[in-house]
């Protein structure tokens, strides 16, 4: 299978970098998967959304991303986010309290989503 390079970047730092066989993200145009030989695409993520990686082993790197953009090129993807962390890093309880709350404003609740679906996202893997 073909394989294209994948960077995901937030703000403060790189998450990941690699060389992968699909990538999937949340746009504001909805659900997109990217595989290499895609059509050149710049997409706007949308907040409080996730990103998923499949390395060319096979691994899922599943991260939750708050706004940003991507850029897809024939061989290359590359995640612009605002913020990132990867599902794993996830303190689930703070988010679903977050969510359970209902105190917190529409962006804090946004993040906190993108963070429970990330989990969630890993998990099912």
Known sequence: MADMSVDLV??????????????SAQTTEGQI???????????QLVEGGTVTIVDTDGQRIVAAVHGGF?????DSVR???ETAEFAGEVDIEA??????????????????????RAVEQN???
């Open 10 to 23: 937030a703000v403060e730092r790189l998450l990941w970098s690699g060389r992968a066989s699909f990538v």
């Open 33 to 43: 998967g990217i595989m290499a030989g895609h059509e050149p695409l710049l997409g």
């Open 70 to 74: 991507f850029s897809v090129t024939g």
């Open 79 to 81: 995640v612009l986010a």
């Open 95 to 116: 988010a679903r309290k977050v969510l359970a709350e209902g105190t917190a404003s529409e962006e804090e609740q946004r993040v906190a989503q993108g963070r429970v």
């Open 123 to 125: 998990t099912h893997a």
